[in-house]
């Protein structure tokens, strides 16, 4: 029986092109600024996102602290969505690292904020009041089935935090989908904020690392960060050449992720006891419920779905996330929905505790 896993698009492995590259990389000592290959990533996410410069750290999450410790000062204060990775997913690194506290905004169904929430959000300028540092947003949304935030949401919000004197700071971790599925360039979507992350290591099938882009000054001090993190690397060109693959020749094909969402999304729905909202399936995240009646727990579904051979995450009591990459294919999409119809026909469920399934990752 195939396996077809599910859990994220991080699954992904490199391509034999990838590969090549990082065989052949030249490479220096990145933390120097001597790596050449580096060098030309770091460009090229710049260019591409219409940024001055940029900055190769290796992961998102990394990418987000940093951005936050950049902009804030201790015992400054962030604006964040109430379902955004930076709050729920980055084990208060922000709180501990950057010394910064948290402030969050309720996130829409699709990801982003109502104009009045942010600007009541914002500190008045009082002696008492924690300084409003930075206002983070998140495109596309994770948790909320991958949505996508268009231009006039981004510039909404920008225009508002800007017209205050805050920065707007964007987890765009997969910016390159919100892209793809609006039809337009990175670049034209991520124009009105201060600074960006973007991963290569999802959907684009790096096996490791992101970019931090933004204002030449910005960078230049992002790198003092990165330093002390931990994050400086030696000869990184490695990891470079697959990243400057991925973006070159792995942007165009991300519209296939989110066909074969869609596909699945739809035959989800077909499957009595299976509770989605198809519509809100915009690129290559899929959240759906369970009827417990029908399926039993989100853990329990989940452990007979990996014997018939699908992986995917539980997130709660019935609730459970997809997400489509290069590697699920038209008949990966046909043989899950034939897999999940099975189950239910059967309706036989193994109790199973949870810790014997995974969450979030």
Do not use: W
């Not at 990533?41 to 940029?54: H, M």
């Not at 992101?210 to 960078?219: E, H, M, N, T």
Request: glycine fraction near 8%; hydrophobic fraction near 40%.
């Amino acid at each position: 029986m195939q396996e077809i896993d599910l859990r994220s698009d991080t699954v992904t492995m490199p391509t034999e092109e990838m590969r090549k590259a990082m065989a052949e990389a030249e490479v220096g000592d990145a933390s120097r600024g001597d790596d050449p290959t580096v060098n030309r990533l770091e460009e090229l996410a710049a260019d591409i996102t219409g940024k001055e410069a940029a900055m190769l750290v290796p992961s998102g999450t990394m990418g987000n602290l940093v951005g936050v410790m950049t902009h804030c000062k201790r015992g400054d204060e962030i604006i964040v969505g109430s379902k955004s990775h930076i709050l729920n997913s980055e084990t208060a690194g922000a709180a501990i690292f950057a010394n910064v506290q948290t402030f969050p905004v309720s996130n829409s169904p699709t990801g982003g904020f109502e104009r009045e929430d942010v600007q009541q959000a914002i500190r008045i300028d009082k002696i008492n009041n924690p300084r409003t540092g930075l206002i983070c947003v998140e495109n596309t949304h994770n948790a909320c089935s991958g949505s996508v935030l268009d231009n006039f949401q981004m510039k909404s919000v920008c225009d508002v935090a800007h017209q205050r004197g805050v920065p707007v700071h964007l987890d765009g971790a997969r910016i390159f989908n919100a892209a793809i599925s609006l039809g337009i360039p990175v670049a034209e979507l991520v124009q009105y904020v201060d600074d960006l992350t973007f991963c290569v290591s999802k959907g684009l099938s790096a096996p490791v690392g992101s970019l931090v882009c933004g204002k030449a000054d910005f960078i230049d001090e992002a790198r003092r960060h990165r330093q002390m993190l931990g994050g400086a690397m030696r000869q990184a060109g490695i990891i470079a050449a697959a990243g400057i693959v991925s973006i070159n020749s792995m942007v165009g094909r991300l519209v296939d992720d989110h066909d074969n969402a869609k596909r699945l999304a739809m035959g989800l729905a077909e499957i009595p006891g299976i509770i989605i909202n198809v519509g809100a399936v915009q690129t290559n995240i899929i959240y759906f419920d369970i009827d417990q009646q029908v399926f039993g727990s989100a853990h329990e579904f989940l452990s007979i779905m990996v014997a018939q051979g699908v992986k995917m995450l539980a997130m709660g009591e019935s609730r459970l996330r997809m997400v489509t990459h290069r590697h699920i294919t038209n008949t990966c999409v046909d043989q899950v929905l034939t897999r999940i119809q099975k189950v239910a026909d059967d309706s036989k469920i193994i109790p199973v505790s949870a810790n014997e399934s995974g969450m979030r990752a």
